[in-house]
């Protein structure tokens, strides 16, 4: 069974970086058939899905075009993690973050997620 | 707004019937499969519905998954309390860019 522990700040002053991290037990992170996702939560954008990695021989990285210009998901093939970084924060970016793998059978689906991180975006 | 829209809230009596539906467009749920999302107050989402249809392994067959053109539909019957959640549709959608991962806003299910 696969579970997802996330780490982090619950704090990010504007301007600054995100980061966050999500550790991985019961698959890998260069499975050649799952994807590692970012998706966050707020009362104003609902959930909203911000950016996958995935390995295919080699890595691969999608963005949602909302956040493309300031973030960064990377994976930890030593530590069996993932992680996400957004720069450039402003308040609007105040939400519970979660990591989630992604599967696929005929299409893409979320089937293991994180328990979520509150990110107070605040001076 | 979101791409994908759902009913804000739906009601119905333990033991009874509800359906949630998702609309969409030909950029996402009329070329893609849907995936549909419990969300348990405090917890995070879980998911119920993949592939349109498929339930995973765990998940009782009161909950079922249909579609038809650029719509989808979440059934759940015999009706408990702890079915009142947060319900989320969510599939691919290719209107902007080469694709985003969208979700419905959501529907907020009471059992009266």
């Known amino acids: 069974q696969v579970q997802l522990q996330q780490s982090g700040p619950g704090l990010v002053k504007p301007s600054q970086t995100l980061s966050l991290t999500c550790a991985i037990s019961g698959d890998s992170v260069s499975s050649n058939t799952a994807s590692w996702n970012w998706i966050r939560q707020s009362p104003s954008r609902g959930l909203e899905w911000l950016g996958r990695t995935k390995y295919r021989s080699k890595w691969y990285n999608d963005y949602a075009v909302s956040v493309k210009s300031r973030i960064i998901i990377n994976a930890d093939t030593s530590k069996n993690q993932f992680s996400l970084q957004l720069n450039s924060v402003t308040p609007e970016d105040t939400a519970v973050y979660y990591c989630?793998?992604?599967?696929?059978?005929?299409?893409?689906?979320?089937?293991?997620w994180g328990q979520g991180t509150l990110v107070t975006v605040s001076s | 707004q979101s791409v994908l829209t759902q009913p804000p809230s739906v009601s119905a009596a333990p033991g009874q019937k509800v359906t949630i539906s998702c609309s969409g467009s030909s950029s996402n749920i009329g070329n893609y499969y849907v995936s549909w999302y419990q969300q348990l107050p405090g917890t995070a989402p879980k998911l119920l519905i993949y592939?349109?249809?498929k339930r995973p392994s765990g998940i009782p067959d009161r909950f079922s998954g249909s579609g038809s053109g650029t719509s989808a539909t979440l059934g759940i019957t015999g009706l408990q309390t702890g079915d009142e959640a947060d319900y989320y549709c969510?599939?691919?959608?290719?209107?902007?860019?080469?694709?985003?991962?969208?979700f419905g806003g959501g529907t907020k299910l009471t059992v009266l």
């Open positions: 969510g599939t691919w959608d290719t209107t902007v860019s080469a694709g985003n991962w969208v």
């Open positions: 592939d349109s249809n």
């Open positions: 989630a793998r992604g599967s696929s059978s005929n299409w893409y689906f979320f089937d293991s």
